[in-house]
DNA sequence: CTAGAGACTTAGCACAACTCGT
DNA sequence: ACGAGTTGTGCTAAGTCTCTAG
């Protein structure tokens, strides 16, 4: 099943109807484990008093007890959210009596569940194994399924567990309960003539249907948001590896283009049309600084968040002059996920004319492109190249960036750990454009320290080392005989050798240190074209595995396999 | 054009698994 | 063999974009 063929030169849609796979058999997903009632010296109290609690009211309260330690179970919205939720799965006395949240004691079942995560870490050897085992197990049973001629992995095959919603960021819904889906809410897909998943005894499915003009295999609608949920492949799949490698072949398509579209957006800068004007600074914007599209979101249903169309006259700031330079917008939003994007940024004159214009007579709170919206200018895009939307900007951009990055910062005499950090550099570019970022990990700061004292260490090893050079040369110097000139050979070589090591450790230092709170990850993963990194690693005789690990090779297979050394994006 | 459903990609974080020095 | 520190993986939320109906 390891072997897949491409066409070399462009992906194509493997048949022509629209369709996505002819045949697909899968054994479903695995359900969450039902839910393990409290032993009875566990107790919850409420008032002071203890009380037993209906298995159903019981369940959501281990939920919330298990989350005790986390800031946000102190959060209003939170409390007020579970407390509500919780509320419905109580029985009509147990909702009677339980009427306030402060008055609920779940300190036994937080200790409980605190003792249970201290014994499975205490496991014996064996029992850790036999774990393995049976996920190993579950894993081979309902991590594949056939595709057309393929045995592919599943990527998701467990469905998610109930639990309390957190969202990110500030979300309205936090603390609210995710109910557990039934074998009755799934829907699954399958082909016709493929022996079908089995419910789980005495159950139903919500439906069987055999729609190959999707690739999910299960699906079932979340009760948060009202969203559908689906299970689908791995990326490694072939349905999955083509997908990408269009989206990469669209982007490169873009990049023929790319001067000429630029050239039409600044003319429509000075068009008499608002609408267009708007549009053309925001797709400035998204070229420039890799923003996403930004689509409307339903107010009060998450975290307030933006993207390029949907940013509001609050979240940027002009300054005729700022810093020494001119003509300066500063943004200032949250994004996706809510993480903060803050830069400021020089543009053209005409763009900040522009920005003062769509300001206008705004209150801080109105749309900053009130005639724009995604639909509009990917439609706009469409009519432009086919294929373009906005989201291929940040894709030719970020590829782009590490190419050009990888040719300026790569030196062809340093030596393989010089290069990765070459290399580690042109993918930071990238996600600093991008603005991927992640929280300094809870232990940088001593680990930094560790590293720093690793390099204190060397330094004394190396001024040791040249001291024992210094010490062979003058004996050979007075001896003249074979043996010291060994001695003097293995001591300049010693000298190399702890040279060398302390180098790659300030490498390592640096490194750290400039990745502190920024997420390499995304970037490789989703916007990359993996093309470059192979190309570069065969150019400069990197081993593959030194810049992807083994889920990105598998990933990244169709590349890995096409690339030569001087493949160009 | 608007709203909503649906399908799919992109995202950061928690924790499990592994690695390396002692 | 062990524990601390690092890396990899699973999880699932949060985006983008298309399509359809009114």
Known sequence: SGVRSFEAVEPHERYTDGSKWRFLEHKGPVMAAPYEPLPSNVRFSYDGKSMKLSLGAEEVATFFAKMLDHEYTTKEIFQKNFFNDWRKEMTSEE???????????????????????????????????????ENERLLQEYGFCIMDNHKERIA?????????????????KMG???????????????SKDSKHPKPPPGTKWKEVRHDNKVTWLVSWT?????????????????IKGEKDWQKYETARNLKKCVERLRHQYREDWKSKEMKIRQRAVALYFIDKLALRAGNEKEEGESADTVGCCSLRVEHINLHAEKDGQEFVVEFDFLGKDSI??????????????????????????????????????????????????????????????LQQQLKELTNPDENLPAKILSYNRANRAVAILCNHQRAAPKTFEKSMQNLQAKIDAKKDQLAEAKRDLKGAKADLKVRRDEKSKKALESKKKAVERVEEQLMKLEVQATDREENKQIALGTSKLNYLDPRISVAWCKKWGIPIEKIYNKTQREKFAWAIDMADEDFEF
């Open 95 to 133: 909702r009677a009596k339980i009427t306030d949240l402060k008055k609920c004691n779940f300190n036994e079942m937080a200790e409980y569940f605190k003792a249970q995560s201290e014994a499975r870490k205490a496991m014996t050897k064996e029992d850790k194994l036999k774990i393995k085992a």
């Open 156 to 172: 998701n095959f467990r469905i998610e567990p109930p639990g309390l919603f957190r969202g990110r960021g500030d979300h309205p």
């Open 222 to 238: 979340e009760n948060i948001q009202g969203s559908i949920k689906y299970i689908m492949l791995n990326p490694s799949s072939r």
């Open 340 to 401: 903060r994007y803050y830069n400021k940024v020089p543009v053209e004159k005409r763009v900040f004319k522009n920005l003062q214009l769509f300001m206008e007579n705004k209150q801080p709170e109105d749309d900053l492109f009130d005639r724009l919206n995604t639909s509009i200018l990917n439609k706009h895009l469409q009519e432009l190249m086919d294929g373009l939307t906005a989201k291929v900007f940040r894709t030719y951009n970020a590829s782009i960036t």
């Open 176 to 190: 609210m309960l995710k109910r557990r889906i039934r074998p009755e809410d799934i829907i699954i897909n399958c």
